[in-house]
């Protein structure tokens, strides 16, 4: 995203935007928005105040299924900054096997060098598909090459002016036939046409090095430092021209790009405005009490984490990067612990606390119904490829919702994740028995449908906790 387009998603915009797909949930909304539009401001600022300006880090409480994981999926996709989401169970103390805490990072400037190129190769596509037609074009007319001049022994002036006429013929056709060809090529004409051509053979996959403090992720490219000693392979490919184009414009979009560049501008984009999304903080909080036995993890976690958040320097295979001003959002339910079971300094780095809202059934009936991605609508889509229609009634979505809040509140409450199992079961013979057995285009789901298929499973408390 442009420093412009990202000057006009003001908090209003971006709260708007995310309205578009999670419902309720305003103070988290307002939080995230505050902080997004925080990283711009942070840009505007003079030189020696902007360093002194740290990312307000937010912790998301709130039961599971009701926005924390969806509200950053959406932030990812809105801002065109790098961000990643990871679980902080992954991670292990320093010193045990697992993953460590740096790893984030290396992964988070891995998303933002992928990024960055995918921004100059759209750069610089025009110029690399132009240069993949001449190539195309030289194999199938090959150029005429200018002999070298010779000194010619007698000077007879006429049998070399016929000659040279001759020379000159030979380049105009073949430059006119070129031209000929290249409209062709340009109308699509020739695309399914075969040929033959050198490309660039795919590297093997290469191996993984495991082994303590993270060597996994220490960029060790075992393919890359013998791509280096190494001649590139070549080999002879047979496809169309409309899959050679494709191909070929890919090997000169990738010589065009200055990859050191790249890298430079993609560590900048992760310092300043790389997000961090730590889902599962809870898991690592201790739970109040002193738990028996060992507990290598949950510490040991937080205190390899600390660094990290508070800013350090992190070694990635593109150069080091600074964390001092990435945006860390944590999120957990707390169910067993409270976000003050977290060590002091953690607390300390996560200033902003916003707890979400339990689902309420007047959520539940808008969730079905009004966001882009609604589930009602998902599931209208897939039969709608069978040529069936599915008419849910403004009863039967009530009925469907009714129905979630109560098993949430008798069985488990696992937020909107309870209309999934409800509708898979609700809609389960209609999606077997499409399109074999359907006995109209148009199915209709009213409230007296729910009710016969769904009583029975809601009234028996161990058959709901089993199926539901």
């Given at each position: 995203m442009s420093n412009k387009s990202m000057k006009e998603l003001t908090p209003t915009k971006i709260v708007e935007?995310?309205?578009n797909y999670i419902i309720g949930q305003t103070d988290a909304k307002r939080a995230v928005a505050i902080a997004l539009r925080n990283r711009w401001r942070?840009?505007?600022v003079e030189d020696v105040l902007r360093e002194e300006i740290l990312p307000n880090n937010i912790i998301l409480i709130g039961p599971t299924g009701v926005g924390k994981t969806e509200i950053s999926r959406r932030l990812a996709k809105l801002t065109a900054a790098p961000f990643i989401k990871v679980e902080a169970s992954k991670f292990t103390e320093v010193g045990y096997v697992g993953r460590d805490v740096e790893s984030m990072i290396r992964d988070l400037t891995d998303f933002g060098?992928?990024?960055?190129k995918a921004e100059k190769t759209k750069e610089v596509q025009p110029k690399?598909?132009?240069m993949a037609e001449e190539r195309i074009l030289d194999i199938l007319i090959p150029p005429v090459r200018k002999p070298q001049p010779v000194q010619p022994v007698r000077t007879e002036p006429q049998p070399a002016e016929v000659k040279q006429r001759e020379d000159e013929s030979e380049e105009y056709k073949n430059e006119k036939t070129r031209e000929w060809m290249k409209q062709k090529l340009k109308k699509g004409e020739m695309d399914e046409k075969m040929i033959e051509f050198d490309s660039q053979a795919l590297p093997a996959i290469g191996m993984q090095v495991m082994g303590p403090m993270g060597m996994d992720d220490m960029g060790i490219n075992i393919q890359e430092i013998m791509g280096n000693i190494m001649p590139k392979k070549r080999k002879k490919r047979k496809t169309t021209i409309a899959e050679a184009r494709?191909?070929?414009a890919q090997e000169e979009a990738q010589k065009l790009i200055d990859m050191e560049t790249v890298q430079q501008e993609?560590?900048?984009?992760v310092e300043e405005s790389g997000i961090v999304f730590i889902d599962e903080i809870d898991k690592v909080a201790g739970n109040g009490s002193k738990s028996q036995g060992p507990d290598v993890s949950r510490e040991g976690v937080q205190r390899d984490l600390l660094p990290i958040v508070e800013g350090t320097n992190v070694n990635t295979k593109y150069g080091i990067v600074k964390t001092d001003h990435i945006l860390f959002i944590a999120s957990g339910a707390f169910h067993v612990s409270k976000p003050s079971d977290l060590i002091p300094e953690m607390q300390g780095r996560f200033p902003i606390r916003v707890e979400l809202l339990s689902l309420t059934e007047d959520d539940f009936v808008k969730i079905l119904t009004t966001p882009q991605n609604a589930l009602l609508k998902q599931y209208s889509a897939l039969l709608g490829t069978e040529g069936v229609k599915l008419d849910f009634t403004e009863e039967g979505i009530c009925e469907i919702a009714k129905i979630a809040t109560q098993v949430n509140e008798q069985v488990e409450n696992?937020?909107?994740?309870?209309?999934?199992t409800i509708l898979t079961t609700l809609l389960d013979e209609i999606?077997?028995?499409?399109?074999?057995k359907v006995p109209s285009e148009t199915v209709k789901i009213t409230a007296e449908f729910v009710k016969e298929k769904l009583d029975k499973i809601v009234k028996d408390r161990d058959l709901s906790k089993f199926i539901l």
């Amino acid at each position: 995203m442009s420093n412009k387009s990202m000057k006009e998603l003001t908090p209003t915009k971006i709260v708007e935007e995310l309205n578009n797909y999670i419902i309720g949930q305003t103070d988290a909304k307002r939080a995230v928005a505050i902080a997004l539009r925080n990283r711009w401001r942070r840009q505007q600022v003079e030189d020696v105040l902007r360093e002194e300006i740290l990312p307000n880090n937010i912790i998301l409480i709130g039961p599971t299924g009701v926005g924390k994981t969806e509200i950053s999926r959406r932030l990812a996709k809105l801002t065109a900054a790098p961000f990643i989401k990871v679980e902080a169970s992954k991670f292990t103390e320093v010193g045990y096997v697992g993953r460590d805490v740096e790893s984030m990072i290396r992964d988070l400037t891995d998303f933002g060098v992928n990024m960055v190129k995918a921004e100059k190769t759209k750069e610089v596509q025009p110029k690399a598909e132009e240069m993949a037609e001449e190539r195309i074009l030289d194999i199938l007319i090959p150029p005429v090459r200018k002999p070298q001049p010779v000194q010619p022994v007698r000077t007879e002036p006429q049998p070399a002016e016929v000659k040279q006429r001759e020379d000159e013929s030979e380049e105009y056709k073949n430059e006119k036939t070129r031209e000929w060809m290249k409209q062709k090529l340009k109308k699509g004409e020739m695309d399914e046409k075969m040929i033959e051509f050198d490309s660039q053979a795919l590297p093997a996959i290469g191996m993984q090095v495991m082994g303590p403090m993270g060597m996994d992720d220490m960029g060790i490219n075992i393919q890359e430092i013998m791509g280096n000693i190494m001649p590139k392979k070549r080999k002879k490919r047979k496809t169309t021209i409309a899959e050679a184009r494709k191909l070929m414009a890919q090997e000169e979009a990738q010589k065009l790009i200055d990859m050191e560049t790249v890298q430079q501008e993609a560590i900048r984009k992760v310092e300043e405005s790389g997000i961090v999304f730590i889902d599962e903080i809870d898991k690592v909080a201790g739970n109040g009490s002193k738990s028996q036995g060992p507990d290598v993890s949950r510490e040991g976690v937080q205190r390899d984490l600390l660094p990290i958040v508070e800013g350090t320097n992190v070694n990635t295979k593109y150069g080091i990067v600074k964390t001092d001003h990435i945006l860390f959002i944590a999120s957990g339910a707390f169910h067993v612990s409270k976000p003050s079971d977290l060590i002091p300094e953690m607390q300390g780095r996560f200033p902003i606390r916003v707890e979400l809202l339990s689902l309420t059934e007047d959520d539940f009936v808008k969730i079905l119904t009004t966001p882009q991605n609604a589930l009602l609508k998902q599931y209208s889509a897939l039969l709608g490829t069978e040529g069936v229609k599915l008419d849910f009634t403004e009863e039967g979505i009530c009925e469907i919702a009714k129905i979630a809040t109560q098993v949430n509140e008798q069985v488990e409450n696992i937020g909107a994740r309870r209309l999934h199992t409800i509708l898979t079961t609700l809609l389960d013979e209609i999606l077997f028995d499409v399109p074999d057995k359907v006995p109209s285009e148009t199915v209709k789901i009213t409230a007296e449908f729910v009710k016969e298929k769904l009583d029975k499973i809601v009234k028996d408390r161990d058959l709901s906790k089993f199926i539901l």
